[in-house]
């Protein structure tokens, strides 16, 4: 997945600045080494950006590619993510080895195999029934463990399956009123080192606004709430002319409690709507919040 992003991503600037020579350079992670634990309790999203980033800091790269879902809220001083590609689909898939379609149509006490505290507590939100069982790994390696009989289903981000073609194995997509997605999912950012004019202005071409200003929101949200992978929170900012609407949810892992918001503002506004409606959520948890995600 990391490399077929990147490729994207490469392809599309040098679309934009005919002529330049580019290099790919591929560092391995934490977070891809280490697939028998969640990241919960690895040291958490971070873990897909850690080597990327010291890459930066050593000049051995120029930029460095991330799912803007995967990114920290608070950057190490000297980074910045200087360019967000258009955002491509942000909703959820469903997989399944069996004839069910859809998450409602699975058995009682089937197993849906996942990491993510957000699609865990979404599902026992929908079907307390079932089973939450843990699934590592990418996109290729969970559906092999979804083939070999680890889990009954499992769920995918949309956008992942469409840059890797495998869009088709997807049963059915989750709309977000069923699985609202990930903070920034279906976002592609690219970072560098902040005083780095240059490649900044090469990228300048591709960013794209309204999913800046979207994930403006989104992750103004994440960071009220200090979020992190130990957290279940789910945000989704859509934006229509000069409005935006945000979406936002806070959950217990074991989805027995949720808290919701909706804001809609100015585009202006984006990050300070986000701050509003995480700062919402915190208080109308208040010590659930506190005693049971933290």
Not at 47 to 65: P, S
Not at 242 to 261: C, I, M
């Amino acid at each position: 997945m990391a490399l077929a992003q990147t490729g994207m991503v490469r392809d599309r600037i040098v679309a934009a600045n005919p002529g330049l020579a580019t290099e790919i350079v591929v560092v391995s992670t934490v977070a891809d080494r280490i697939l028998d634990r969640p990241l919960s309790e690895i040291g958490g999203k971070g873990l897909f950006t850690k080597e990327l980033e010291q890459a930066l800091f050593a000049d051995e790269v120029d930029v460095a590619v991330h799912s803007m879902k995967d990114v920290e809220t608070w950057l190490p001083d000297g980074l910045v993510i200087a360019c967000i590609l258009e955002r491509d689909d942000p909703r959820d898939a469903f997989l399944s080895a069996s004839a069910a379609t859809r998450l409602s149509e699975l058995p009682e006490g089937a197993r849906v195999g996942t990491s993510s505290l957000r699609r865990g507590a979404q599902v026992l939100m929908a079907r307390p029934d079932l089973r939450i069982v843990p699934l590592r790994g990418n996109a290729n390696t969970r559906m092999r463990k979804l083939e070999a009989g680890e889990c009954d289903a499992t769920l995918l981000a949309l956008a992942g399956l469409q840059r890797l073609g495998l869009e088709s194995v997807a049963k059915s997509v989750l709309e977000v009123d069923e699985m609202l997605p990930a903070v920034a999912q279906g976002a592609l950012g690219i970072e560098c080192r902040e005083g780095d004019d240059a490649v900044r202005a090469l990228l300048a071409p591709i960013a794209c606004t309204t999913t800046t200003t979207a994930l403006d929101a989104e992750r103004g949200l994440l960071a009220e709430l200090d979020g992190s992978c130990r957290t279940p929170i789910a945000a989704l900012a859509r934006i229509d002319g000069e409005r935006l609407t945000l979406d936002g949810l806070l959950f217990l892992p074991d989805g027995s409690r949720h808290w919701g918001t909706r804001r809609e503002g100015s585009v202006s506004d984006a990050a300070a709507i986000g701050r509003d409606a995480g700062a919402e959520l915190k208080r109308a948890a208040g010590d659930t919040y506190a005693t049971r995600l933290q």
